[in-house]
């Protein structure tokens, strides 16, 4: 069965800072570029970052560039997001995905580029 799992999540304070993780079973997620989106309460879900197969190539969305950083490490079969300088508008449910084609090398920050979806770890931050 194919999973994705996150990790990480938590309550923290503003100006604080998580690292999520997202490992795999079921596959081996070296082979994939993966993205990381977020949801809101009321808000659609939005793409914050990917990374492609290789770490290469790697792309975030215009409101976390700065304080968001994502990585891989191939030999741990995992992705991670670092997330710093967080704030309340931070809070949402974090999802990463695994990309559904090898994009010529890039990855995409839109949801239907992603075929399969983890659960989500929670992130709260308050003021």
């Known amino acids: 069965q194919l999973q994705l799992v996150e990790s990480g999540g938590g309550l923290v304070q503003s100006g604080g800072s998580l690292r999520l993780s997202c490992a795999a079973s079921g596959f081996t997620l070296r082979y994939y570029a993966i993205g990381w989106f977020r949801q809101a309460p009321g808000a659609e879900r939005e793409g914050i970052s990917c990374i492609n197969h290789s770490g290469g190539s790697i792309f975030y969305g215009d409101s976390v560039k700065g304080r968001f950083t994502i990585s891989r490490d191939n030999a741990k079969d995992t992705v991670y997001l670092q997330i710093d300088g967080l704030k309340p508008e931070d809070t949402a449910i974090y999802y990463c995905?695994?990309?559904?084609?090898?994009?010529?090398?890039?990855?995409?920050?839109?949801?239907?580029?992603?075929?399969?979806w983890g659960q989500g770890t929670q992130v709260t931050v308050s003021s």
């Open positions: 995905a695994r990309g559904s084609s090898d994009f010529y090398g890039m990855c995409p920050l839109t949801q239907d580029g992603y075929d399969y």
